[in-house]
């Protein structure tokens, strides 16, 4: 990860899911914040690859999610 | 609400140490390529419940190369653990617990767990109840 000064800009130079995740826990931990995501029948077609015969898996979400940090141990 | 609360010390390899645990509630459903799965968290874990195994099986189809190595490593570094489950059997684990084995090498989804037993026990009690649905048709 490249060795950004805030977590704002951990998340904007992110490129992986790790990453990802690293700059978003630097972000709500210590705040007692939470992040909730709600998804009403949102589909998402995932390619399999990077060509123009890739083939899709379809993902279809509907629901909620929270994401709150844990402190480390 | 279900509620999912990770767990750092269960990290055995110090290059996956959970930098960034955190703590998820779901309340959601999932359909992948037509085959839906309710997402819910008890204690430690994130459960994924397919209804049936060719249910299961067709979710992983077409899913881009990789997806395993990406997904366990973002489980490891947020210290959580995703178990799929056919008829409350577990069939497979990701992350933080998992613990795969020749199996998983062998079939080729290293590092997701194949839980051998879970399988056997899910295509039995499929069985079972097709079995079953056709007695009762036949009675």
Known sequence: ?73 | MAQFTSRPESVNDPSDTARAPLSVATDLTVRINGAEASVESTGERLLVQFRSVPDAVRATRNQPAGVATSLTALLRTTDLTVEARVRDRIVAVAGADARPGAVSRMLDVDPVEVRVGGVLGAVGAEMSAAVGALSRLLS
């Open chain 1, 1 to 73: 990860m490249a060795d950004a000064d805030t977590p704002e800009e951990r998340i904007d130079e992110t490129t992986t899911w790790p990453e990802l995740a690293i700059g978003l826990y630097d972000r709500l931990t210590g705040r007692g914040a939470e992040i909730s995501y709600q998804f009403e029948e949102m589909e998402v077609h995932v390619p399999s690859g990077t060509g123009e015969d890739a083939e899709h898996a379809e993902w279809r979400l509907d629901g909620t999610v929270h994401i709150t940090t844990r402190e480390r141990e």
